[in-house]
């Protein structure tokens, strides 16, 4: 039984670090119907706007944090690929990785530490600004203190997420996976006790702090923060220059990333201030599945980055081909078949009206057409990712002016469609911008792996 499991795990491509992310994703992903539910019937539709809208406030994290985790994932994968590891704290090699590799970490936790104060600051003013201008009406609503929780527990969590980055960039996916897995666990139980408790929007925030402390412990009472002591103290002679060689790279996935914002994060804000919490929240269910399938699916990809890095710095162009077109079928398989699968249950919960503590479950999602106007995307934008994050490995960002330009005019559209035609509008425009995005986005992986293959 067990070697027709680990056979079967094969030929879907699952390793060690994807079978810890996949399960990571699947409690994430039940956790989450569980989650909905309990939102449903612990929440009202204008609390269930608020707490969805928190998540896509949050998300502004991205114009601070701009990209400089998976850069430092691929640039340590890239001096990783000269060195020879002897036990998990220790290796020898090339001086000049092992100098660079120093450089890295030094300028990593200096940058973190001081974005992430700023990151606490921008939260807490963004998100009092917002709702106490759209949200005038909802006097009943205790958003304040839950607000400023969830800043501090996002700040904190950026200042740890370059570090874990750090490790994969080492080889150490599996572990990561393993420990985001836990994190996952630990949250979702406390969210769930919380709101049995009668918390409210009290409970995601408390969760998120009791989940972050997680990483911290792992890293000082392992054998984590030997190996961070020994990679410190080996820098020499060969520094990581940020100006010269991070930053041409950073400020293109900087900008690529902030269009990701306002392609992804712009639907719940817009719909919160002009059509209400209710319809917000709505969106923001609808999404919080959405993304949950789109996550599991790209956890193919991601966990394969390091792999994808060290092939390209070996120059092996033909096993680094071999492995993404792999990945990539075996993940939009899984991505297609979910979202088939879940756009089934929803009819059947419609169907059969299924209520939560005397509530119509069903009415907190998006109607059937905006929601499959979603969905199409979803498995659309999983090519899009996958293309995007196979030329990102090659320390390049081709993907610059297309980000820019999605990214405008979805802004654009989720704006202008959103304020003349609601929520009809945003997902339709949404999936014709999506369509481009993805024929555009096509072009340029195939003609940038020729260009740079034949160099």
């Known amino acids: 039984m067990i070697k027709l499991i680990k056979r079967g795990s094969n030929k879907l491509g699952?390793?060690?670090?994807?079978?810890?992310?996949?399960?990571?994703?699947?409690?994430?992903?039940?956790?989450?119907?569980?989650?909905?539910?309990?939102?449903?019937?612990?929440?009202?539709?204008?609390?269930?706007?608020?707490?969805?809208?928190?998540?896509?406030?949050?998300?502004?994290?991205?114009?601070?944090?701009?990209?400089?985790s998976g850069i430092i994932t691929q640039f340590v994968a890239h001096e990783n690929a000269n060195l020879t590891w002897h036990n998990q704290i220790s290796f020898s090699g090339s001086e000049e990785s092992s100098s660079r590799l120093a450089s890295l970490l030094r300028f990593t936790a200096k940058w973190f530490a001081i974005i992430s104060v700023l990151l606490f600051f921008g939260l807490l003013i963004t998100g009092y600004f917002f709702f106490n201008k759209y949200g005038k009406g909802n006097i009943d609503v205790n958003w304040h203190i839950p607000w400023?929780?969830?800043?501090?527990?996002?700040?904190?969590?950026?200042?740890?997420?370059?570090?874990?980055?750090?490790?994969?960039?080492?080889?150490?996916?599996?572990?990561?996976a393993k420990i985001r897995m836990i994190q996952q666990v630990v949250q979702l139980s406390f969210v769930l006790i919380l709101f049995s408790l009668g918390y409210k929007l009290f409970s995601a925030p408390v969760a998120a702090i009791l989940s972050f402390t997680i990483v911290p412990i792992w890293i000082f009472f392992g054998n984590?923060?030997?190996?961070?002591?020994?990679?410190?103290?080996?820098?020499?002679?060969?520094?990581?220059n940020y100006r010269l060689e991070i930053f041409p790279y950073q400020w293109k996935?900087?900008?690529?990333?902030?269009?990701?914002?306002?392609?992804?994060q712009l639907f719940n804000p817009v719909l919160f201030a002009t059509d209400g919490a209710v319809i917000a929240g709505q969106m923001g269910m609808t999404l919080t599945v959405l993304n949950s399938v789109m996550a599991l699916g790209f956890s193919w990809i991601t966990t394969k980055i390091p792999k994808f890095s060290g092939l390209i710095a070996k120059k092996d162009y033909v096993q680094l081909d071999a492995l993404f077109n792999k990945t990539l079928i075996q993940s939009a398989l899984l991505n297609a078949f979910v979202l088939i699968v879940l756009f089934a249950v929803i009819i059947s919960l419609r169907y059969f009206e299924i209520k939560i503590g005397g509530k119509n479950f069903a009415d907190r999602f998006l109607s059937y057409l905006p929601m499959l106007f979603m969905m199409i995307p979803i498995f659309l934008n999983h090519f899009i990712a996958s293309w995007a994050t196979y030329m990102r490995c090659h320390k390049q960002e081709p993907m610059l002016v297309q980000s820019v330009v999605i990214g405008i005019l979805c802004s654009s559209s989720t704006l202008l469609m959103g304020s003349y035609f609601g929520v009809m509008g945003i997902t339709f425009g949404y999936l014709i911008l999506t369509i481009i995005a993805f024929i555009?986005?096509?072009?340029?992986?195939?003609?940038?792996?020729?260009?740079?293959?034949n160099e």
């Open 14 to 68: 699952i390793d060690g670090a994807i079978a810890f992310t996949i399960l990571s994703r699947v409690i994430q992903a039940a956790g989450g119907v569980v989650i909905l539910l309990f939102v449903a019937k612990c929440l009202t539709k204008v609390e269930q706007g608020y707490y969805y809208t928190f998540g896509s406030i949050l998300a502004i994290q991205i114009f601070f944090e701009l990209g400089l």
């Open 440 to 453: 555009w986005t096509y072009f340029i992986f195939t003609t940038k792996k020729k260009e740079w293959h």
């Open 224 to 240: 984590k923060r030997k190996l961070l002591t020994f990679i410190w103290h080996r820098l020499g002679n060969w520094h990581v």
């Open 253 to 264: 996935i900087a900008l690529s990333w902030m269009s990701g914002y306002f392609i992804f």
């Open 148 to 176: 400023v929780i969830l800043s501090i527990t996002t700040s904190l969590s950026l200042m740890v997420s370059p570090i874990l980055a750090f490790f994969e960039g080492l080889g150490n996916v599996k572990e990561v």
